[in-house]
């Protein structure tokens, strides 16, 4: 029958070079066996190398985007990246709070791995306290989980407390990722539920310069995940496993912070 398969939507910038952004969501979707969908915020000019420009879409085409999907497909769980500026946040809240899409991850994209800003700083309060509230699913890195509570994130005891922090800003599942603790030798990302269940997830950490899209390819695999009907749990620990596997399969593209191989975590024999 029309539209029973599961579908998905990212609602991102793109990256040029094919590694992060929307073009890894949809990657990452089609490996997860999900229709990916995309409405475009935010067009890059990018590389392994860094962001060398971008700019956001007029509000009216991003609006026309989400009514265009509405309209005819039948979304069972969406997704959140990189949303520009404050007034996009905005208007792409409107529009998740008009149609419904299922569940929402959000990935609160604010920095990129070169260190380029692709969230204007007017724009994080307008996350913390318009979009945050209406995730399912939030995906923030350390940097990110510091910004939008003001908890300084030094060891796993403030990892937690930002959890509760963020849960306490509305978002139901958080799941913090502490790659960007680099002294230890694993990756510890911590995960709390909305029923007050918690969990570290861990993974030997590997020595590679190849991890552009990590955020954008846990998230969008979490989205598939939870298209198909997982729980949130599952859905957060394949996709854990699903990067891990991205990063410890690495493919040789670009001179700078390569791109994850999408297809790894099947390679594996994995489903």
């Not at 026309?64 to 208007?91: N, P, W």
């Amino acid at each position: 029958m029309a539209n029973e398969f599961p579908q998905t939507l990212t609602i991102a910038g793109t990256d040029s070079g094919g590694g992060a952004g929307v073009m890894a969501d949809l990657k990452t979707m089609q490996e997860r066996y999900v229709f990916g969908t995309a409405v475009v915020v935010a067009v890059t000019a990018q590389n392994t190398l860094g962001v060398q420009d971008f700019m956001a879409l007029p509000q009216k085409l991003v609006d026309e985007q989400f009514a265009s999907l509405a309209d005819d497909l039948k979304i069972r769980a969406c997704k959140t990246g990189m949303l520009a500026d404050a007034e996009h946040v905005h208007g792409v809240v409107e529009n998740l709070k008009r149609y419904d899409f299922g569940p929402l991850t959000v990935d609160p994209v604010m920095i990129a791995k070169g260190g380029a800003a692709l969230l204007a700083d007017d724009a994080v309060a307008t996350v913390r306290d318009e979009l945050v509230p209406l995730a399912d699913v939030l995906t923030p890195n350390l940097p990110e989980a510091e910004r939008l509570t003001g908890v300084k994130i030094e060891d796993e005891t403030a990892m937690e407390q930002a959890a509760v922090a963020l849960q306490d800003l509305g978002a139901k599942n958080v799941i913090i990722k502490g790659g960007h603790e680099t002294t230890l030798d694993r990756a510890r990302d911590f995960v709390l539920l909305a029923d007050g269940r918690s969990f570290w997830l861990s993974a030997p950490r590997i020595d590679t310069v190849r991890t552009h899209g990590t955020g954008d390819t846990l998230s969008s695999c979490i989205t598939a995940e939870l298209a198909k009907g997982q729980d949130f749990e599952t859905a957060i620990r394949i996709g854990k496993d699903f990067v891990t596997a991205a990063i410890a399969n690495p493919i040789a593209v670009g001179n700078g912070h390569g791109p994850l191989n999408h297809w790894a975590f099947g390679q594996g024999g994995a489903q």
